[in-house]
């Protein structure tokens, strides 16, 4: 059954744990689905993982759009959030709604927006007013990285953890559903998390958040340009990707691929015409 934000509301209720992953192709959603997870968030961190870019700034929406169609394909049970990149939701809410909107007819459940500013709040509300439902997302906010100064981590005393809850509050009451805590000390996002209703889902902000989230290039070991403190990894494509490779060119240099078995042959009839038609 697919799961809806009302779905992942209840999970809080229940204290029941939230399993996040992020997803960019149509196959990578269809396998993480099938496995159960809850939902699939089609990141902006595309840009690094997919697309080789050096920040999620550089990520435009209309590539955004291809890969959220994608895996709106691939998962059938779980929810879909879509990462508005870099400048799309940030100009104008007129443009952003119109932006979001894209995402929803792309196949996306819910969006996903960075910040706690009055504008953020004000969109958040106009967003879940206009039918789209809204992923919040607080601490490290990475499309913020410019003003930001770099990988930071967020709330590491109670004034700063008390000011990222009391922005969530207001993001809350805004309609958010959800809200995404980035790179935060254990104890803060516990404190936040605990005094709020909606789901919080941490990536780096330790266990006491209400579910996690790990960008799937992280979790099978096939980006490993950077790697965070907290992404574990549970396989090592990296490895098994360039062991495959370098097995299927020593085939094909010896002759052993494509064998006769992966190979497509004539009849025995046209196969005699072909050896008489040598004979001449």
Do not use: W
């Not at 960019?24 to 099938?34: E, G, L, M």
């Not at 997870?37 to 990141?43: Q, R």
């Not at 979790?219 to 574990?232: N, V, Y």
């Amino acid at each position: 059954m697919k799961k809806t934000v009302k779905k992942i509301q209840k999970y809080k209720i229940e204290n029941k744990k939230i399993a996040a992953l992020t997803a960019y192709d149509f196959y990578t959603a269809k396998y993480i689905d099938s496995a159960g997870i809850d939902l699939i968030l089609v990141g902006d961190s595309a840009a690094n993982v997919v697309l080789g870019y050096n920040t999620t700034t550089q990520i435009t929406i209309d590539e955004m759009l291809i890969f959220t169609s994608a895996v709106a394909r691939g998962a059938k049970e779980a929810l879909v959030v879509a990462d508005m990149p870099f400048l799309s939701y940030n100009v104008s809410i007129e443009k952003a709604i119109e932006n979001a909107g894209k995402f929803i007819v792309k196949g996306a459940d819910a969006v996903k927006i960075e910040g706690g500013s009055d504008y953020i709040i004000n969109l958040t509300k106009r967003l879940t007013e206009a039918g789209i439902p809204v992923l919040a997302h607080l601490g490290f906010t990475p499309q913020y990285i410019n003003t930001i100064g770099g990988n930071f981590i967020q709330g590491k005393d109670f004034d700063a953890a008390l000011k990222i809850l009391e922005a969530a509050k207001k993001l809350e009451a805004a309609g958010a559903f959800a809200i995404v805590l980035e790179l935060m000390p254990k104890e803060a996002s516990k404190f936040i998390s605990e005094n709020l209703s909606m789901p919080t889902i941490g990536i780096g902000a330790g266990c006491g958040c209400d579910g996690q989230i790990l960008v799937i290039n992280d979790l099978i070991g096939k980006f490993d340009d950077f790697s965070p403190k907290f992404a574990r990894k549970y396989f090592d494509a990296k490895s098994t990707i360039i062991d495959c490779a370098k097995k299927y060119i020593e085939d094909v240099i010896s002759g052993d691929f494509p064998n006769d078995e992966e190979s497509f042959k004539l009849t025995k009839e046209e196969l005699s015409k072909l050896e008489n038609y040598k004979q001449c």
